[in-house]
């Protein structure tokens, strides 16, 4: 695949997007959902195979309830946004079936993994299969109007709100009250979530939701003394001296900070969309690998050594979500600071993760920069970051074109 740079053009400080996106619908629409089609759906026994090798092949049959959602709502979203293409909704109908029929205990909790028939593996321990849960029925209702699916979207969130407070419940290992932590990625997924299913839940809610998820991610996780995103904090929102309390994910805190900016647009708050940029900035120098490259997947607040053995790998996910925050940050302020960093990091991520040979992107790398696992899909990777980052970076890339169009015009 011929590598595309993003490009500062200097003389008006404007991205030159033309051939971004359309590199990137091409790559969405052309490599990576064809992948995907070709290769994850099980006719036989319904939903999805997320182990896929480097060049497609099937090496593990489990499913993992968080990865089906994904899928479901991946294959929904572009039959509701790109075009009613007949088989992405086929290929989303595959997927809700197999949910329906056995993603959940008798308490309606979606369970973590099953096996390739459907029969129970891992207990609804992980709340985020009923996060995506969530959000693949909702698009689903979308695009069908089938109200069951309605239903499932909206008793799942109400499920996900009862249990916040202790989302692991009876699966919890920590003994309770020696070190209560609140974790980060639930009110971040929430900022997200709430946006998603908006169409089927009360505008009070929405709004309560919206507050919760700022204030949590802005104000309780973010710390501005170090400039980081901490991934737990005490229950009364402490800063804990602990491996746990310690860690910093910047690919986490960067995903998070263009939920944020997109509450920040819907809600009309320039203050805090640039908030979010100045996050973003403070989060990609702090995680940038200034020797190889790239941005490491863990780090220490205080530089101590980590217990993640992975910390030091470059992930897929990680990337395009920070290209996405860098391109929405320039499409909403014009900030120089977002478009040079997404320069860089367009050019790492394109010369690094997808591979034009086997079709979609690799997922990990080492700290080199060279590819650790061949796979394509596994118990963490699936159908979800890579189409659902390029059709972002695509329509992010389309809107900036507009709105540069439209400045020409009114200066001419």
């Excluded at 309770?176 to 946006?195: E, G, S």
């Excluded at 005490?234 to 910093?248: E, I, K, N, P, W």
Aim: aromatic content about 14%.
């Amino acid at each position: 695949m011929a590598e595309v740079r993003l490009h500062v053009v200097c003389e008006n400080n404007m991205i030159d997007t033309d051939g971004l996106a359309d590199l990137y619908k091409r790559q969405l629409l052309d490599d990576v959902v064809p992948f995907w089609l070709l290769n994850s759906l099980d006719t036989e026994y319904g939903g999805y195979y997320s182990c896929l090798d480097e060049s497609g092949g099937v090496y593990d049959t489990d499913k993992f309830i968080w990865l089906q959602a994904r899928q479901v709502w991946t294959f929904a979203m572009l039959y509701n946004t790109v075009e009613k293409r007949q088989e992405w909704l086929d290929a989303a109908q595959i997927g809700a079936d197999f949910l329906e029929a056995h993603g959940t205990d008798a308490q309606g909790n979606w369970y973590f993994a099953v096996n390739r028939e459907g029969r129970p593996l891992v207990q609804p321990y992980n709340i985020f299969s009923d996060c995506f849960a969530a959000m693949a029925f909702g698009q689903l209702y979308k695009a069908t109007g089938r109200a069951e699916y309605a239903v499932i979207a909206k008793n799942t969130f109400n499920n996900i709100l009862r249990r916040q407070a202790d989302p692991k419940g009876k699966y919890n290992k920590q003994y309770p009250d020696t070190r209560p932590l609140q974790n980060f990625a639930l009110p971040m997924i929430l900022c997200n979530l709430v946006l998603e299913i908006e169409h089927l839940i009360e505008s009070d809610l929405v709004d309560s939701t919206i507050q919760y998820g700022i204030q949590s991610v802005m104000e309780t996780f973010y710390q501005p003394d170090v400039g980081v995103v901490l991934e737990n904090v005490t229950t009364d929102g402490q800063f804990s001296d602990s491996f746990d309390g310690r860690l910093v994910n910047p690919g986490h805190g960067l995903e998070a900070m263009w939920f944020v900016m997109d509450l920040a647009k819907r809600t009309g708050s320039t203050e805090l969309m640039k908030q979010a940029i100045d996050i973003a900035v403070q989060l990609v120098e702090y995680g940038w690998d200034k020797t190889y490259g790239g941005i490491f997947y863990f780090l220490d607040v205080k530089g101590k050594p980590l217990q993640q053995l992975e910390w030091d790998q470059k992930l897929w996910w990680v990337h395009i979500e920070a290209m996405i925050a860098f391109a929405k940050g320039y499409l909403h302020t014009g900030d120089q600071r977002c478009a040079e960093w997404f320069n860089r990091l367009h050019e790492y991520t394109w010369s690094h993760f997808p591979d034009a040979e086997g079709g979609e992107w690799y997922g990990y790398l080492n700290r080199q920069g060279e590819v650790l696992l061949p796979l394509k899909g596994g118990k963490w990777k699936g159908c979800f970051h890579v189409p659902r980052g390029l059709f972002q970076l695509w329509r992010t890339m389309e809107d900036m074109r507009t709105t540069q169009r439209n400045t020409l015009i009114q200066y001419t």
